[in-house]
C-alpha cells in the first residue's frame, strides 16, 4: 500500500506543480512582470514547489532525513539520471555561462551546504536566511547578465489572457495538489522505509528523489530532442541551486532540520558533491564542451552504482 500513496503523492506533486507554475505565471502577466524575470524567477521558484512542500511536510512531522535527503538525493538524481539519460538523447553543447557563473554557484551552494551540516550536525534558520540570501543574490546577477545576453525567452504568452477566475482555480487546485500529494508522499515514504528495514534517508535519496526529478527529466529530454541541448543542462544546474537555496533555505527558516542519519553526512551529501564536481572534468575532456553519448553512459552508469549501494549499506 505504501507504493500505491508515493505513486499517488508523485502524480499529484506534478498536477499541482503545474498548476501553480500556470498560475504564477499568469498572475505574474497581469502585474506588468516582465518574461524574461517571470522566467527566471516565477517559474523556478513554482517547479520547486513540489520539494518545498515535501521537505517542510517531512521536517514538521518528525521526518528530518527524508528533507534533507529529498534535496541530496534530487541533486544527484538531476546529474546521474536526468542529465545522463538527456546526453543519451543526443549530444549536450556547454555554454560559457556554465562556467562562469552557473557551476560556480552551485558548487559553493553545494559546499555551503555541507559546511552548515557538517558544522554542528543542524541547519538552523539562519543558515536557512543565508542560503535563501544567497539565492536572491544569484537571481539578481542572473537577470542582469540575461539582459546583456538578450537569452531566448521560455515563457507561455498565452498565460497573459487568463481570466482572474482562472487564476484563482489554478492557484487553489495547485494548493491542494501539493499539500494532499507532500502528505500522501511522506507517508508512503515512512512505511516503504520499514517495510524495507531501511532508514528514511535511503527511500528520499532514491525513491523520493527520482520521482520528483521525473518533471526534469520530461523537460530536458524534450528540450534535447527539440535541440534545445543548452536550455535542459541549464535548467538542470538552476534546479539544483533552487533545491538548496530555496527547499532547503526556506525549509530551515520555518523549523531547524537536524540530521538524524549518520549517512547523510557519512555518504549521500558526499555523492552529492562528487556528481557536481564531475561535470567539470567530464566536459573538458574530449570532446571539449560537450556532453556525449558515452559521458551520458557514465553518468548514468554511475548513478546506478550509487543507487544500489544506498540500499546494501
Do not use: C
Not at 549530444?91 to 553545494?110: E, G, H
Not at 512505511?191 to 535511503?202: E, I, K, N, P
Amino acid at each position: 500500500m505504501s507504493i500505491v500513496w508515493i505513486i499517488l503523492g508523485l502524480i499529484l506533486l506534478v498536477i499541482g506543480g503545474e498548476f501553480l507554475v500556470r498560475s504564477s505565471v499568469a498572475l505574474s502577466f497581469k502585474l506588468k512582470i516582465s518574461k524574461m524575470v517571470i522566467g527566471m524567477t516565477v517559474v523556478s521558484f513554482a517547479t520547486s514547489a513540489p520539494e518545498l512542500l515535501v521537505s517542510l511536510n517531512a521536517a514538521l512531522t518528525g521526518s528530518p532525513a527524508i528533507a534533507l535527503n529529498n534535496v541530496i538525493g534530487s541533486n544527484i538524481a538531476n546529474i546521474g539520471l536526468v542529465l545522463g539519460i538527456t546526453a543519451l538523447v543526443g549530444t549536450i553543447a556547454v555554454d560559457r555561462s556554465f562556467y562562469r557563473l552557473n557551476w560556480p554557484v552551485m558548487m559553493l551552494f553545494s559546499i555551503v551546504l555541507y559546511y552548515f551540516l557538517y558544522n554542528d550536525n543542524q541547519l538552523v534558520p539562519f543558515e536557512g536566511l543565508v542560503l535563501f540570501s544567497f539565492l536572491v543574490a544569484f537571481l539578481i546577477v542572473l537577470i542582469k547578465a540575461a539582459k546583456k545576453e538578450v537569452i531566448p525567452e521560455e515563457v507561455d504568452e498565452s498565460l497573459a489572457v487568463v481570466s482572474n477566475f482562472k487564476i484563482a482555480l489554478w492557484l487553489l487546485i495547485g494548493a491542494a495538489a501539493l499539500y494532499f500529494g507532500s502528505e500522501w508522499l511522506v507517508a508512503g515514504a515512512k512505511d516503504l522505509a520499514q517495510t524495507l528495514g531501511v532508514s528514511d534517508a535511503v527511500i528520499a535519496a532514491t525513491v523520493i528523489a527520482i520521482g520528483t526529478s521525473v518533471p526534469e527529466l520530461a523537460a530536458s529530454v524534450i528540450a534535447a530532442a527539440k535541440k534545445e541541448k543548452a536550455l535542459s543542462l541549464g535548467n538542470l544546474i538552476g534546479s539544483n541551486i533552487f533545491n538548496i537555496g530555496s527547499v532547503l533555505g526556506l525549509t530551515s527558516m520555518i523549523k531547524t532540520i537536524p540530521v538524524t542519519e549518520a549517512s547523510i553526512l557519512s555518504r549521500d551529501i558526499f555523492w552529492m558533491l562528487a556528481f557536481s564536481a564531475l561535470l567539470i572534468p567530464l566536459i573538458l575532456i574530449p570532446a571539449k564542451h560537450r556532453i556525449s553519448r558515452y559521458k551520458g553512459f557514465l553518468l548514468v552508469t554511475a548513478y546506478a552504482i550509487f543507487i544500489i549501494l544506498a540500499f546494501k549499506v
